[in-house]
């Protein structure tokens, strides 16, 4: 039987608590939600305001709950002699071991493989990528802003989806897969490197580089108002 959730007097997080027992069994669906209303005791409009669409809602909170949980990991951290490919790895890690029930994201993983929730789920996963980043000093405004984001989120989803089905002790063969994608894309930064300067690639890549180099990176973080939510380096 699902345990009472600890009292708190912040509704969403209320709902978000009283949700996550439910998950396990019911996803994050309708009947999590109305079950979620029901024991925390937030009114059935003030559950419908603060979360639209319902579950849905209440699985981005918890995703964003995961994340500020590995951004105030970091920052209490001594990362400085570490590398900064270590650094990814570790911010990563603590992102995983942020999760408490696998369970639960795994249902969260088939609720945004969904046509009408893929977006959502691909912003979930820009996001962390975007505040590890960030966590971890990056000031980046031109293309590499976005270019640092896109592949550390394929680094990330990956690593999740490999993770979901590890049984190895303590997750080992997980961040063994880790480093060795970390690896690839560090082998592949260094490919790019040596593309840029090549004698005979560079009038080839100068173009491109001077349209690539007009984009800026956005003027403001991403939202963090939701329900549940708790509160420039170059790659080596």
Excluded at 43 to 48: F, H, I, N, S, Y
Excluded at 70 to 75: P, Q, S
Excluded at 159 to 178: A, I, K, M, Q
Aim: with cysteine.
């Amino acid at each position: 039987m699902p345990t009472d959730p600890p009292k708190t007097d912040d509704p969403g997080i209320a709902l978000l608590d009283a949700a996550l027992p439910h998950v396990a069994f019911d996803g994050w669906s309708e009947a999590t939600f109305r079950a979620a209303v029901a024991e925390s005791g937030v009114e059935p409009a003030l559950a419908r305001a603060l979360c639209p669409r319902g579950a849905v809602d209440l699985a981005i909170a918890y995703h964003r709950r995961g994340d500020a949980a590995m951004a105030a990991r970091l920052a209490a951290a001594d990362l400085s002699a570490m590398r900064l490919r270590d650094r990814i790895a570790t911010a990563v890690r603590f992102r995983l071991e942020a999760v408490e029930d696998r369970e639960v994201v795994r249902r969260g993983t088939a609720l945004f493989a969904l046509p009408q929730h893929a977006g959502e789920g691909a912003r979930a996963v820009w996001d962390t990528a975007d505040l590890i980043w960030r966590t971890l000093g990056d000031t980046s405004d031109d293309v590499n802003w976005y270019t640092k984001r896109m592949t550390l989120s394929g680094v990330y989803g990956s690593t999740v989806l490999y993770w979901l089905g590890d049984d190895s002790p303590g997750y080992s063969r997980t961040w063994e897969f880790l480093d060795r994608r970390i690896d690839g894309v560090m082998r592949f930064e260094k490919v790019k490197a040596r593309m840029r300067d090549s004698v005979l690639l560079k009038p080839f890549l100068a173009a491109p580089a001077w349209m690539l180099g007009r984009v800026k990176a956005p003027s403001k973080p991403p939202r963090t108002d939701m329900p549940g939510t708790y509160g420039g380096e170059t790659q080596e």
